[in-house]
């Protein structure tokens, strides 16, 4: 049995990244992660303009204006959003501009139309003065042309999004999103919707993982409930680890007489690199490496333990498939006691909040791994190393974020 630690190093070594790309269209781009730098082919603004709606001046030609002694000024020229061109501003007169227009040659300031007699007007009152350079974007001010604007590795958000659509970016190269494969085992498993015999237990796993996988960012390319039948899964194993980046497994990686998947998965070719973690929950937690470079992960049966485990090793592996880093991970108060193990790491569905200029967290009462309510209304799995020491309320513990569930 090894530690969480020395299992993420093992899953790190194993895991190589996805070095297929595609160009992505935008309205496809959400949650991708760029492939390649992604540089400024211009600068932002791309010329000197107008940062609100007013009057375009020569500062000198205000003064020193006031409601009691305004400064009246003609209209020289009307300054619209894409204009193409502008004539020079001549001294002792104003020009009406908009918004994103170009500032004309000469106006050195922006005087807000609040601040006079308003538009309509063909002589404009300037009931103010304002610093020289108020009001004006600059060219270049803030991004130069050739400058970074995205890293490779980042993952697309509205914000990203929005900055490579200002640019004229229209579909930049992002990896290839992994393939996951997943197969559930069980003689005893029913599809929810289907007649259940009494002791018959409905499929959690399948739909919990399948959208786990959705909210990785990851495809799917197969989905399957087994029975306990050695050669369907075998069958079904060979399919899926032909066409996957990475396999997950719920149930059957046990010891006992129905429990095949080591088996079978060694018969294929795939590499045991451990087998049990000294954790709760989720000790009989498999992981191999398949000839074809797939990294394999066969879950506990339990569905808070599937749910652990796929949320701690799976989810990161996935993002690094992906060509992007694992979300860092938190540190929050305990509003209660945390039930530490002294031999095993602990993890627990939670909550965390923000309250009184700090985050706080709160384990959920319910510790069984039969115990799927646990997860329920939880934004974060609290964990804690081995410990024979109580960690009392108000130690700080490590939160890491559903990447799913509404934030603090």
């Not at 003609?74 to 104003?94: D, H, N, Y």
């Not at 029913?190 to 399948?210: F, V, W």
């Not at 059957?252 to 690199?273: A, N, P, R, W």
Request: some cysteine; proline content about 9%; aromatic content about 6%.
């Amino acid at each position: 049995m090894i530690t969480v630690p020395e299992a993420h190093g093992i899953i790190r070594a194993s895991t190589r990244i996805s070095l297929d790309t595609e160009r992505v269209p935008l309205h496809e781009l959400s949650g991708r992660v760029i492939a390649e730098d992604v540089f400024a082919g211009f600068p932002m603004p791309r010329f000197t303009n107008a940062a609100m709606d007013g009057f375009a001046v020569m500062i000198a030609d205000i003064g020193n204006a006031s409601r009691n002694l305004p400064v009246l000024l003609p209209v020289a020229q009307e300054i619209k959003a894409g204009a193409q061109s502008t004539m020079p501003l001549a001294v002792g007169t104003c020009a009406r501009i908009m918004t994103g227009a170009p500032m004309p040659d000469g106006a050195d300031t922006v005087i807000p139309f609040e601040e006079t007699s308003g538009f309509g007007h063909p002589v404009v009152e300037f009931y103010r003065t304002l610093k020289r350079g108020s009001n004006i974007r600059h060219a270049g001010e803030e991004v130069r042309s050739g400058q970074l604007l995205i890293p490779k590795g980042s993952r697309a958000t509205p914000a990203e999004i929005a900055i490579l659509a200002a640019f004229g970016v229209s579909a930049p190269p992002a990896y290839r999103k992994p393939n996951v494969a997943l197969v559930t085992v069980g003689d005893e498993l029913r599809i929810p919707g289907e007649a259940a015999e009494p002791l018959s237990i409905y499929n959690s796993n399948l739909p919990m993982l399948e959208a786990c996988i959705q909210a990785s960012g990851a495809g799917k390319c197969g989905a399957w409930q087994l029975p306990d039948d050695p050669v369907r899964i075998r069958k079904t194993l060979e399919e899926a680890l032909g066409s996957c980046d990475l396999l997950v497994t719920a149930g059957g990686i046990s010891t006992g007489q129905y429990d095949f998947m080591q088996e079978t998965l060694t018969s294929l070719g795939v590499v045991q690199k451990f087998w049990q973690v000294a954790q709760k929950p989720g000790k009989p937690l498999y992981f191999g490496l398949a000839p074809s470079g797939a990294l394999v992960f066969s879950l506990p049966g339990n569905p808070v333990s599937a749910l652990a485990c796929f949320i701690e090793y799976c989810m990161p592996a996935l993002s690094r498939i992906h060509g992007a880093e694992p979300s860092a991970k938190i540190e929050a108060c305990l509003d209660e006691p945390f039930p530490v193990d002294r031999n095993r790491h602990r993890f627990l569905f939670g909550r965390v909040r923000a309250e009184g200029g700090q985050l706080r967290c709160l384990a959920s009462p319910k510790t069984d791994s039969h115990m799927l309510t646990a997860a329920g209304g939880a934004n974060c799995l609290i964990e804690s190393p081995p410990s024979s020491d109580p960690l009392p309320a108000g130690a700080m513990a490590t939160c890491n974020l559903l990447p799913w569930a509404e934030r603090c």
